[in-house]
């Protein structure tokens, strides 16, 4: 059974996910009397008019609407610094955050700095509860993949030390999120496969980790079936809004989910990828969850298990509302009994992976050996194994992981997703057994 005899579960945030949805933001403002907002965001929303279209949504007259744009890469704490300077400077009592994870991840700081008072966010990063903010957050995603929308943490790199910062408390989820899929309109398929995997992945993370519980779990079941049935279609057509809103909705999901079960070693290994290397983080999540996965199979089965049936059953379900509508389908599919197995479970991930790498002519990037950096050169090399998982074990992540990785065991992942070859069960410590396997003999 996957549930927990205790757990608590809570978040307050309010969705709007449509078509035209961005036009509710004026709305929005209104009911919250908000009269002088400051919007950051990214430099792609910027240069696709997205943050333009925002700013009219806002109905609000243009000079009264601060902007901090031009977001291109991750966070760092003098960014936050500057950004919350900026708002305390023009007197605004909202923010607006346009773009992807990093400037989603940017404003939960800026608020965090502005409510706390400090002059220093990085005094409140790690797990822990903190005050409810008076200033209203409004996430608007333009990507698909990481879920930081509807997530409690956020990920600040240190303008001092270079390390990256977890921050994470409920009141770090936004007020509101508003998913359009006109702001995800620039979106290549490409993007979409990635991000529509990383949705998957942080998802399967999420379902399996320790501290997993019945309503997450229901949360990333959703997801991974709008992903299963959507991310082919957004795939092979980009243009397709409807497969891009259920995505960004699916990718929304995950950022609940991972929020109250936490998350689990894809995550922590990610972080450590991403660390020492230029590998963008949604591609080591993508990359590296079939080997995850299989790791920690012999702990996993049962879950993997359920997952299936929980998945089919929203299937099934499907399929007999399509049937009520007066369409035709063959009544055996839904009756069609059979024994489930952890095993169909991933052979559903791989007939999707596989099949949007088909769709991508076979472009899509499933070791890490195939991914370069800006120069050309390998964005990751065999030997930053040791390094990586050394971060990798001290991550607040793999706290969340059925069972603690060792450091042989990462380094040996990461071989495998490096080559891309299958994981060699005979030289991991699979359980942590009293006799070591093969290799430790």
């Given amino acids: 059974m996957i549930t927990r005899s205790v757990f608590s579960y809570r978040i307050d945030n309010r969705l709007i996910a449509a078509h035209d949805a961005l036009q509710k933001l004026s709305e929005v403002l209104s009911v919250s009397k908000i009269s002088h907002p400051l919007v950051i965001a ?45 708002f305390t400077a023009g007197h605004h009592d ?45 996430a608007i995603p333009t990507t698909i993949g990481i879920g930081s929308e509807a997530s409690s943490s956020a990920i600040i790199r240190s303008s001092r030390s270079g390390r990256k910062l977890l ?18 309109r620039s979106l290549q398929s490409m993007q979409l496969a990635t991000g529509g995997l990383t949705s998957l992945a942080l998802a399967i993370d999420s379902a399996t980790a320790l501290g997993t519980n019945p309503l997450s779990i229901e949360l990333a079941t959703r997801a991974m079936y ?23 909705v699916a990718s929304y999901l ?3 989910s991972c929020s109250h079960s936490r998350a689990a070693s894809v995550q922590a290994i990610a972080n450590a990828i991403c660390a020492v290397s230029s590998i963008q983080y949604t591609q080591a999540v993508s990359i590296l969850s079939p080997y995850v ?20 059953k929203l299937e099934l379900l499907h399929r007999e509302q399509q049937l009520e509508l007066g369409f035709k389908e063959e009544q055996e599919q839904i ?19 596989e099949n949007l790498r088909h769709i991508l002519q076979h472009t899509l990037p499933t070791r890490f050996y195939d991914i370069l950096d800006s120069n050309g050169s390998k964005a990751v090399l065999p030997a930053q194994f040791a390094a990586i998982a050394s971060i990798a074990q001290h991550d607040a992540a793999m706290f969340g992981a ?17 080559w891309g070859y299958s994981l060699d069960k005979h030289t991991i410590r699979s359980g942590h057994q009293k006799t070591p396997s093969q290799e430790y003999q």
């Fill in 94 to 138: 909202a923010l607006i955050a346009v773009g992807g994870a990093s400037v989603i991840d940017t404003a939960k700081a800026v608020r965090l700095l502005l409510t706390t008072g400090t002059e220093d966010v990085s005094a409140y990063c790690g797990i822990r509860q903190l005050e409810q903010s008076e200033i209203s957050l409004i």
């Fill in 335 to 353: 009756t069609e009994k059979h024994v489930k197995s952890a095993s169909m479970f991933i052979d559903t991930v791989n007939i999707l992976t």
């Fill in 167 to 184: 921050f994470c408390s409920p009141t770090l989820i936004p007020n509101v999120t508003i998913i359009d899929p006109a702001t995800t």
């Fill in 42 to 86: 990214s430099k792609g929303a910027t240069q696709n008019g997205i943050t333009e279209a925002v700013v009219r949504a806002t109905g609000i007259p243009v000079d009264q609407v601060g902007l901090s744009q031009q977001i291109q890469s991750e966070c760092t704490t003098n960014r936050v610094t500057r950004i919350a300077s900026q």
């Fill in 402 to 418: 059925q069972e603690e990785m060792e450091s042989q065991d990462i380094v040996r992942l990461l071989e495998s997703s490096y």
């Fill in 226 to 248: 709008l992903i299963f049935t959507w991310a082919s279609r957004a795939v092979s057509m980009p243009i397709d809004s409807e497969a891009r809103l259920q995505l960004a």
């Fill in 293 to 312: 996965i299989d790791y920690h199979l012999h702990k996993t089965e049962p879950i993997l298990t359920q997952l299936f049936e929980r998945i089919e």
């Fill in 254 to 256: 995950v950022g609940q």
